[in-house]
């Protein structure tokens, strides 16, 4: 139920791409977070490969978080 927002490539096909430069900062900087926080789960440190990391992958919450 929390992640209904489709995908980051269909709100930016949706929406004509993403021109808002705030908006960009937000979405860039909540993937670069989740990434660090992948990367630093007890047990997970080291072990992450992102071999398909692409807008079609990321997932949104109806919010954009």
Excluded: V
Excluded at 8 to 20: A, C, M, Q, S, V
Excluded at 26 to 34: E, F, K, N, V
Aim: no cysteine; hydrophobic share 35%; proline share 2%.
């Amino acid at each position: 139920d929390r992640y209904h927002g489709g995908n980051l490539f269909d709100y930016i096909k949706e929406n004509d791409g993403i021109k808002d430069e705030r908006e960009i900062y937000s979405l860039t900087a909540q993937l670069g977070q989740a990434i660090l926080d992948m990367h630093l789960t007890k047990g997970m440190a080291h072990r992450i490969a992102h071999h398909d990391l692409k807008p079609e992958n990321i997932i949104l919450s109806k919010d954009l978080k």
